[in-house]
């Protein structure tokens, strides 16, 4: 079973996320069902899909009757070890958030530039969290990404949320 690790650089930690279920993996996905690391009244649990080709980490965040409260779009930089099996997600800082009502919020520009103008990122990981953005926006609003997420984590994960 691989390990992964989440990386972020606002605020800068590493967390192990090697606890969660890990549903799923092949070279496009990797697929995993967890509890909040901190607990919340309004998360109860989440399925997450690592798109690995894309660098796109999609959460359906679930409330406590498993019903879908959001989904939530992380853009990362991922690197796989394939010496130690181990995944390490690099939170590019950007995120997305598709509400239930179908409304699409673009989260965190301002950590991704001042993450920049501290260092804190290459302009590599600069560009490549705004074209993954981009990219992820593009499919957005081209397709129904609540609906190819139920079809991947039911397909792939054989689960139902």
Known sequence: MPRIYRIRY???EVVDLSSDTLLFWDQRYLITEW???KPRKDIARGISCVFLERGW????FLDEEKKIKCWYCDIIDIDYSCDTD???LYDLLVDVKIKPNGKVEVLDLDELALAFEQGL?????LTASLMQTKNLL???????LPS?????IRNCANREI
Do not use: C, E, G, N
């Open 148 to 152: 190819f997420m139920l079809d991947i």
């Open 121 to 125: 990122i290459t302009q590599k990981q």
């Open 35 to 37: 509890k909040p690391i």
């Open 10 to 12: 606002v605020p800068a």
């Open 86 to 88: 181990t995944y390490r």
């Open 138 to 144: 593009d499919f957005i609003y081209s397709s129904d």
């Open 57 to 60: 980490k999609i959460s359906a």
